[in-house]
């Protein structure tokens, strides 16, 4: 039996390595829009973070996916992000 490869991506956050399916993308769309991507496959610039509302929080107080996605990323993209993890 052939043993499949797991894709494992990166936290921009926590730097951490982890499979794909415990990750979130956030993704900067060509029209500079951000929205939050669950199907992994929007088109556009992608950033990945971990499952867990701390390091969504940690995501909003250092800024950090607006320097990986070079726009301003709106509130309601956290709001929608702590929706999905409850």
Do not use: W
Not at 25 to 52: C, H, M, Q, S
């Amino acid at each position: 039996m052939k043993v499949r490869k797991i894709p494992m991506r990166t936290c921009v956050v926590t730097k951490e390595k982890l499979p794909k399916q415990e990750l979130i993308r956030v993704v900067r769309t060509p029209e500079r829009t951000v929205i939050v991507d669950t199907t992994g496959k929007a088109n556009g610039r992608g950033a990945y973070l971990k499952k867990d509302l701390a390091t969504f929080e940690k995501a909003r107080q250092n800024k950090v996916l607006n320097r990986h996605l070079e726009v301003e990323v709106p509130e309601s993209v956290f709001e929608e992000l702590k929706a999905l993890v409850k």
